[in-house]
């Protein structure tokens, strides 16, 4: 069975710093691209980063600057390590894959991890 499994959420204060990981599991050929996503309460999902197996990023204006997304081939895993978090961070995390296993290339998903950042 292919799944994502995520972790590394939490509360942290203003001004602190969290990383994220994902890992891919299952048999697996190829993953391309990984990113993170995430929801607040009453808003839509939105992207926050991504990295194509090229080693390419794109992020949300909002979060330039302060989170960086990296990947480890080897461990199938995605990391988003968030620096000088704000309030308006807060939200469920999302990993997000497409991966070509068994049954070709398709999109997954992860259960969401909760990050909540305090004034």
């Known amino acids: 069975q292919v799944q994502l499994v995520e972790s590394g959420g939490g509360l942290v204060q203003a001004g602190g710093s969290l990383r994220l990981s994902c890992a891919a599991s299952g048999r697996i050929f190829r993953i391309d691209p990984m990113g993170w996503f995430r929801q607040a309460p009453g808003n839509q999902r939105e992207l926050v980063a991504i990295?194509?197996?090229?080693?390419?990023?794109e992020y949300l204006d909002s979060v330039k600057g302060r989170f960086s997304i990296s990947r480890d081939d080897a461990k199938n895993t995605v990391y988003l390590l968030m620096d000088n978090l704000e309030p308006e961070d807060t939200a469920v995390y999302y990993c997000n894959a497409r991966m070509w296993t068994m049954s070709g290339w398709n999109e997954y998903w992860g259960q969401g991890t909760q990050v909540t950042v305090s004034s």
């Open positions: 990295i194509s197996a090229g080693g390419g990023s």
